[in-house]
């Protein structure tokens, strides 16, 4: 259950539930698990959680530190280290805020913040792009920084000049529009308005330092501004985000440019699959493409985009595939959410093919009519296939806040939820547990399991994540709490 929350809730709204509710009942499980099961709740951090969920469970972790014992702290803060360094710089900042908010500041979290900071490739860059952020961190960690970062973030107009090139073109950018790309586009962006520089002009200048994210972000505004420069590299995408880009250009464009994605979105479905490619047999999936599949505002059609990029993963995945969508028939680049979830319907159209797995894509609010689908698989697993020669699965991308899980379809059928359908094969391993069929010792081990592997993995940067580190060399300044 918690696991099904943890990948799938972003404390956002969904289409059924609000804000307040995903949040209130997101934090609830969040405690209820801490104060249960510390051992399993810090071992969570090793699995697929959305980095949400991850920074929650580390700062619940550091806040609640009193309550473990030495061992236990030891083992949490490697986890800590380990998720920290795979978290973006943004969230990590963020957790560092909190933090401080909480009035958490002990030796072990001045030295899990000292030692995150120490480990960042570029100081000044952080000084620059996140410069509130670092600042509200070296202060409430204590930190010794660099002597020209801690000046830039306390004391930046005293200077007339930093050796530092990007700490440089920040300061010339205030006064110099060439200075402005140099910068991140995120910091250049404020200071262009300020210099009243025209939108197209700005992303024409700015587009060698712009991000693979901030390029697709920005392919919209840069057509209508026809603004060639900020082009980007599809097949590059990760699948899922790539997905939700493709829903989201008007249809005609999705027509006019069919070649361009599907073969993007198949490029990037063959690199999240691997050496898995092919391996899968015969597999069928239902999509849920219905009503309820574009989410809600803060969270637009990401329900059908982890469908659609879930359909051309499973292509990849399957031998011999076969996707069924609810209501869209024909190419499934021009999916688009309409009409009722009628999943019991589509589920026998895949059963009648007698797959080796059966994949259900949906937030599983089966009601046209209400049930059905529970019906045909209660049916089906216990009078046609009860030796279970088809493999079903429910992949869910919606928390449910009322029932603190996603929505189950059967409970004889595993339902797991999902974040990205990047991750889908590796959360077929948790399947097992979701029918409650597994023993605890076997999820206990399980979880041991992949702690270790979490732990041996080398993370995305590289630095100290523990131990001591040398006392601050001539060039450093401490910087005052």
Do not use: C
Not at 372 to 393: F, H, N, Q, Y
């Amino acid at each position: 259950m918690f696991v099904n929350a943890a990948v799938t809730s972003t404390g956002q709204r969904e289409f059924r539930a609000g804000a307040a509710e995903q949040r209130m009942s997101l934090d609830f499980l969040h405690e209820y698990v801490l104060g249960n099961y510390r051992d399993l709740y810090a071992a969570t951090l090793a699995l697929d959680v959305n980095h949400f969920n991850g920074a929650m469970v580390v700062t619940n972790l550091l806040r609640t530190a009193h309550l473990a014992g030495p061992e236990r702290r030891a083992v949490e803060g490697r986890l800590i280290a380990a998720r920290l360094r795979r978290l973006p710089p943004q969230r990590v900042y963020r957790v560092f805020r909190e933090l401080r908010r909480l009035g958490v500041n002990n030796r072990r979290t001045r030295a899990i913040i000292r030692d995150w900071v120490a480990a960042r490739p570029d100081p000044a860059f952080d000084a620059v792009k996140y410069r509130r952020s670092l600042s509200i961190a070296a202060r409430h960690a204590h930190l010794s920084l660099p002597a020209e970062v801690g000046t830039a973030l306390f004391d930046w107009r005293r200077p007339k000049r930093y050796g530092t090139p990007i700490l440089e073109a920040w300061r010339r950018a205030h006064f110099e529009q060439r200075a402005l790309y140099e910068l991140p586009y995120t910091v250049a962006e404020g200071l262009a308005v300020r210099h009243g520089i025209s939108r197209a002009r700005f992303l024409t200048g700015i587009a060698p330092k712009l991000t693979d994210g901030e390029r697709l972000r920005l392919q919209t505004s840069a057509r209508r501004l026809d603004v060639a420069a900020v082009g980007t590299d599809l097949p590059r995408v990760p699948l899922t985000r790539l997905a939700s880009y493709v829903l989201s250009l008007p249809r005609p464009d999705r027509v006019r440019r069919r070649a361009e994605l599907t073969d993007a979105l198949r490029a990037a479905a063959r690199r999240a699959a691997g050496r898995q490619a092919g391996s899968w047999g015969r597999v069928v999936a239902v999509l849920d493409d219905s009503y309820s599949a574009s989410g809600s505002g803060v969270k637009r059609r990401r329900p059908l985009a982890v469908a659609l990029a879930t359909h051309y993963l499973l292509e990849t995945l399957a031998a011999d595939y076969t996707g069924l969508w609810l209501h869209h028939r024909g190419d499934p680049l021009l999916v688009h959410p309409i009409g009722s979830t009628g999943l019991g319907a589509r589920i026998l159209d895949g059963l009648e093919r007698r797959p080796d797995r059966l994949v259900v894509v949906s937030d599983g609010w089966d009601n046209a009519p209400p049930g059905e689908a529970a019906e045909i698989l209660r049916v089906w697993r216990t009078r046609l296939d009860p030796g279970e020669r088809t493999s079903i699965v429910h992949l869910n991308p919606v928390y449910d806040s009322d029932s603190f899980d996603v929505r189950r379809l059967a409970p004889a059928v595993a339902t797991v939820g999902v974040r990205d359908a990047e991750d889908a094969a590796t959360l077929v391993e948790l399947a097992r547990f979701a029918t409650g069929t597994a023993t605890f010792d076997e999820l206990r081990s399980h979880l041991a399991a992949r702690v270790d592997r979490f732990l041996a993995a080398p993370g995305p940067e590289t630095g100290p994540a523990s131990g001591p580190r040398p006392g601050p060399g001539p060039g450093d300044t401490a910087v005052p709490a």
